[in-house]
């Protein structure tokens, strides 16, 4: 696909190269047009016809788009670097297409101080991405005390979460609300009702009592939801909700909406693409919490991203060891990889499938929007001269066949493997440096 006229090692960045990306067909928050690209140093300095650079890249038939944005991964470092660390785990993102990322803060330990969240942004400097992170909203994520935010927000922190368990506590979520108005952050909610959800293994319904498993109903997501929106309308917070996917939830974050409500959520890939069917053959490979759900939650989860009720996919990227996987259904951890294969499920799922979106529309809940949910400031702006260089090329047209391999991450736990897709990212730019070409990572 890409014919390089001169191509130094990882050409961009700050060498002085113009990297020209020619023939394709740019897509961002301001349209769809076709144009020539030009990266110098860190930024985009033309976009139009006919344009010239040091380094060009044949692009004919493929999309540029601002760089893909996860607001939710899990790298595992520190404390589980067997599953994965910072540095595969952003390997992974490039080649998905992703120019950020927002690691999740349940590691060992968890990022509750400023102390972790340096430690992570630092590791996060040598990384093929941008790695931003999540603080929590409480101590060790113990839901008993608030964690201290200011000093986590004042290292750029602009999203807390307690992400693997949901704030039980009402009025310490509210003092949560409270507390993170006044320092201008999100509060983003893992939405499960320990009550509810203890000792189960999958969804509560036709499959989990086929397999005589513990089952998780809806409603254990949904009355979290419920008082979340509740609480954001007392305390005037701005909320974000983490990987629904239930079609009740998605009813009530349009509810939310419609009333002016400063309610965002989020759907993983799998939530529109796997049911519960899949455990039929008690794989961990498809435990995950919030787990997989019935034909009508998938179907709900796809036409909340159609319609904008859901304004962002977010990968819930979740390595896990082999020889933890490989244990029975019930006992393992719950948790699926997504980064290199969140766009091509979405444009298969998605655009080729009855939601009928379009590209475009995929590649907002994939890149601008949770960019502007996260204020990632950096990502997911138009291509544009003057805006930074943070930018995918997509193939929309390749079909391959997803593996076991579970590419560059330490980990095996994919949940697709034998599916065909659509959608293949051919380069990722991140800050003008060249750091997937042709599919393949730099160096």
Same mark, same amino acid.
């Given at each position: 696909?890409?014919? *390089? *006229? ?8 700050? $060498?002085? *190269?113009?990297?020209?990306? =020619?023939?394709?067909? @740019? ?10 690209v030009v990266v110098r140093g860190r930024e985009v300095v033309a976009v139009g016809p006919d344009l010239s650079g040091d380094v060009e890249l044949d692009i004919r038939g493929c999309v540029v788009s601002p760089g893909l944005v996860d607001l939710h991964t899990h790298l595992r ?8 660390t910072i540095e595969s785990g952003s390997r992974a993102a490039a080649l998905g297409g992703y120019t950020a990322v927002l690691a999740m803060p349940n590691t060992t330990p968890a990022i509750d101080s400023a102390a972790v969240v340096r430690e992570v942004l630092e590791l996060g ?19 008993? &005390? ?14 807390? !979460? #307690?992400?693997?368990?949901? *704030? &039980? ?14 320092? #201008? ?17 999958? /969804? ?5 009592? =086929?397999?005589?498993?513990?089952? &998780? ?22 909320? /974000?909700?983490? /990987? ?40 961990? !490979? ?20 159609? #319609? %904008? ?5 977010? !990968? ?11 244990? +029975?259904? $019930? ?20 655009? $080729? ?15 601008? &929007? +949770? ?6 400031? =950096? ?10 260089? %943070? ?33 293949? @990212? ?6 003008? @440096? ?10």
């Amino acid at each position: 696909m890409s014919e *390089v *006229v001169r191509l130094p090692e990882r050409p961009g960045g700050d $060498d002085g *190269v113009d990297l020209l990306l =020619r023939g394709g067909i @740019v897509v961002d928050a301001t349209g769809e047009r076709q144009a020539d690209v030009v990266v110098r140093g860190r930024e985009v300095v033309a976009v139009g016809p006919d344009l010239s650079g040091d380094v060009e890249l044949d692009i004919r038939g493929c999309v540029v788009s601002p760089g893909l944005v996860d607001l939710h991964t899990h790298l595992r470092q520190p404390g589980r670097e067997e599953a994965e660390t910072i540095e595969s785990g952003s390997r992974a993102a490039a080649l998905g297409g992703y120019t950020a990322v927002l690691a999740m803060p349940n590691t060992t330990p968890a990022i509750d101080s400023a102390a972790v969240v340096r430690e992570v942004l630092e590791l996060g400097r040598a990384a093929c991405c941008d790695v931003h992170t999540a603080g929590a909203i409480t101590v060790d994520r113990a839901g008993e &005390q608030l964690a201290p935010m200011a000093e986590m927000a004042a290292l750029g922190v602009t999203l807390f !979460t #307690d992400d693997g368990t949901g *704030v &039980q506590d009402d009025l310490l979520m509210r003092r949560a609300m409270e507390y993170g108005r006044g320092l #201008d952050v999100t509060l983003a909610q893992h939405c499960e009702v320990a009550a509810l959800s203890a000792g189960t293994c999958m /969804h509560e319904g036709e499959w989990s009592a =086929r397999l005589g498993l513990p089952g &998780q109903p809806a409603e254990a997501e949904e009355l979290m939801v419920m008082r979340d929106i509740a609480l954001a309308r007392l305390t005037g917070a701005r909320l /974000h909700l983490l /990987h629904m996917s239930t079609a009740g939830s998605v009813a009530m974050i349009a509810a939310a909406r419609a009333g002016g409500l400063a309610v965002t959520a989020e759907s993983a890939p799998h939530h529109f693409t796997l049911t519960d069917a899949c455990c039929a053959d008690y794989d961990a !490979t498809f435990k995950v919490h919030p787990p997989l759900r019935g034909e009508r939650d998938v179907a709900a989860v796809a036409a909340g991203l159609a #319609d %904008n009720t859901i304004s962002a996919i977010a !990968t819930d990227h979740a390595p896990h060891c082999p020889e933890d996987k490989e244990l +029975p259904f $019930d006992q393992a951890p719950p948790g699926m990889l997504g980064l290199e294969y969140a766009l091509a499920l979405a444009i298969t799922q998605l655009v $080729d499938g009855p939601a009928g979106m379009s590209l475009a529309g995929v590649l907002a809940r994939l890149s601008w &929007q +949770p960019a502007a949910i996260a204020r990632m400031e =950096r990502h997911g702006r138009p291509v544009a001269p003057g805006e930074p260089a %943070n930018l995918c090329v997509i193939d929309p047209e390749a079909t391959w066949t997803i593996d076991a391999s579970g590419g560059a991450s330490r980990s095996r736990n994919v949940p697709y493997v034998g599916r065909e897709v659509r959608g293949k @990212v051919r380069h990722t730019i991140c800050e003008g @440096v060249l750091v997937v070409r042709d599919g393949e990572a730099q160096q």
